[in-house]
């Protein structure tokens, strides 16, 4: 069954299983003791270090192991912040961050201090500018991810990390999804990672403080780990996500995976807007990951897509509202402000073979097929085309209270359906109206208010905007063509 999810975890590296399978009977011993078992332990621990600081690009003296790459971000964020209490309580991230960052924001903020998030554009992507717009006195340290988990955007690192230095301001780095292709260019001052994205077993994470960053770490003081990250070492694993990583680095073929991988890829971004109608293929199309491609399809409920994909032997990932408990859009795709709904994630694990990704071109549009048949969405995409039976109700023309008077349209009243139902009842009746006149969808539902607009500008329709309405929002939409 090919798996397409490697930017959630990698398939265990071989050289991290052989290692694994060889520590535990040479690295079960306490690192810390002077006896026998202990010093074959540190040894272990040491060329460890060594070898992922090589893969990093940093001293071994400047990395520690963590429980994970989550821990090392919230260590890092905390300890950096806490450094700097005096020069400012103000931290500055982009808003695609990983979920850690934004939690260990939130966690600073609720203390007494402030956060700012750096706007990107529609590709993911943060500009340098808006760093330097943004960076002030008293902002105590700024985050930005390498390359974005969902979508593969890299962002402009190096850049920022001059702009950081000349500010005198510590850049920390999420480096999770890019570290597995190569270190991370640019003067940082800290960076965190995590061992199951490049193949290392999970529960190891790293963090890099480099020389002259001032660093105060939180919580209970701890001999382990420079103080940085308390507790026992896990050493087996720790020992399996070096050797895996410095494979990586040390293998010549690796740097031809990642072409031969980006070319997959760039045929997957070319021939599914080909093969299935609707769809956005969102991200930077040439700044990005070599192995991942994320794509919105219009009117598919994301939850079943991926249900259907799984039986058809594909396991694949989303940001799709439709496939999340909370029933709110990934809050990567939101600020990029693209479709959220049918949305699917393709990250391609070392190895991958070509013909996998040949049989996905050929399941994906039957499998979209299906599922826009079950929700009763024509085959073209369902404009100017009747409401069907068990549809959203629709009112007699009206012209909404914040509309002028113009601009009365039809109104659809969608409360109490979820995505994508409010889009696809839009998209059947706008072309009822006359041009330059509107609909107007009631939702309850909080994906309505990103994709509504996000379909608006793959229809090349225009989005008016929203007002409260009841217990729910008023979306209008003036029909252009």
């Given at each position: 069954m090919p798996y397409f999810d490697a930017a959630s975890t990698a398939p265990l590296h071989?050289?991290?299983?052989?290692?694994?399978?060889?520590?535990?009977d040479e690295g079960w011993a306490d690192p810390a003791r002077l006896y026998r078992e202990g010093r074959?332990?540190?040894?272990?621990?040491?060329?460890?270090?060594?070898?992922?600081?090589?893969?990093?690009?940093?001293?071994?003296?400047?990395?520690?192991?963590?429980?994970?790459?989550?821990?090392?971000?919230?260590?890092?964020?905390?300890?950096?912040?806490?450094?700097?209490?005096r020069a400012g309580r103000r931290l500055l991230h982009s808003a695609v961050e990983h979920s850690s960052v934004l939690h260990a924001a939130e966690v600073h903020e609720a203390a007494g201090g402030s956060r700012a998030e750096l706007p990107v554009d529609?590709?993911?992507?943060?500009?340098?500018?808006?760093?330097?717009?943004?960076?002030?006195?008293?902002?105590?340290?700024?985050?930005?991810?390498?390359?974005n988990h969902e979508v593969g955007t890299e962002q402009p690192v190096d850049e920022v990390a001059e702009l950081c230095r000349e500010a005198g301001v510590p850049?920390?780095?999420?480096?999770a999804q890019s570290l597995p292709w190569g270190p991370v260019p640019g003067p940082w001052s800290l960076l965190a990672a995590s061992a199951h994205k490049w193949g290392g077993p999970p529960g190891v994470g790293l963090l890099v403080v480099r020389k002259g960053t001032r660093f105060a770490p939180q919580g209970p003081a701890d001999e382990r780990e420079s103080g940085?990250?308390?507790?026992?070492?896990?050493?087996?694993?720790?020992?399996?996500?070096?050797?895996?990583?410095?494979?990586?680095?040390?293998?010549?073929?690796?740097?031809?995976?990642?072409?031969?991988?980006?070319?997959?890829?760039?045929?997957?971004?070319?021939?599914?807007?080909?093969?299935?109608?609707d769809v956005e293929v969102v991200g930077d199309p040439v700044r990005r990951l070599p192995h991942l491609v994320t794509f919105s399809c219009l009117y598919v409920d994301g939850e079943t897509l991926l249900h259907e994909l799984d039986r058809a032997g594909f396991s694949v990932s989303s940001g799709s509202s439709c496939t999340s408990s909370t029933l709110t859009p990934s809050h990567v795709l939101r600020a990029m402000g693209v479709l959220s709904e049918g949305n699917v994630r393709i990250s391609l694990p070392y190895g991958t073979a070509e013909a996998e990704v040949e049989r996905f071109l050929e399941v994906l549009p039957q499998v979209v097929r299906s599922?826009?048949?079950?929700?009763?969405?024509?085959?073209?995409?369902?404009?100017?085309?009747?409401?069907?039976?068990?549809?959203?109700?629709?009112t007699a023309p009206a012209a909404p209270a914040a509309e002028p008077a113009e601009a009365a349209g039809l109104v659809v009243d969608a409360l109490g359906k979820r995505c994508p139902i409010p889009v696809i009842e839009l998209a059947k009746v706008i072309g009822e109206v006359?041009?330059?006149?509107?609909?107007?969808?009631?939702?309850?539902?909080?994906?309505?208010?990103?994709?509504?607009?996000?379909?608006?500008?793959?229809?090349?329709?225009?989005?008016?905007?929203?007002?409260?309405?009841?217990?729910?929002?008023?979306y209008v939409v003036r029909r252009r063509a």
């Open positions: 071989p050289v991290a299983r052989e290692a694994l399978l060889a520590s535990l074959r332990a540190r040894l272990l621990l040491d060329a460890a270090r060594e070898a992922a600081a090589e893969a990093v690009g940093c001293r071994p003296d400047e990395l520690v192991f963590t429980p994970s790459g989550t821990q090392a971000v919230h260590t890092g964020v905390s300890g950096a912040l806490a450094a700097r209490r529609r590709t993911g992507r943060v500009a340098a500018g808006e760093v330097a717009a943004m960076l002030g006195t008293d902002t105590a340290l700024v985050c930005l991810q390498s390359a850049l920390l780095v999420d480096a940085r990250s308390p507790g026992f070492e896990n050493l087996p694993a720790i020992v399996a996500a070096a050797a895996s990583l410095r494979a990586l680095r040390a293998d010549p073929g690796t740097e031809g995976e990642a072409a031969r991988l980006r070319l997959l890829v760039d045929r997957i971004r070319a021939r599914v807007p080909e093969l299935v109608p599922v826009r048949e079950r929700l009763g969405v024509p085959a073209a995409g369902g404009e100017e085309v009747p409401a069907t039976a068990g549809g959203a109700p629709r006359p041009v330059g006149q509107t609909v107007t969808v009631l939702s309850d539902d909080e994906a309505a208010r990103q994709d509504i607009p996000a379909w608006c500008t793959m229809r090349d329709q225009e989005y008016v905007g929203e007002r409260a309405a009841g217990r729910g929002a008023a």
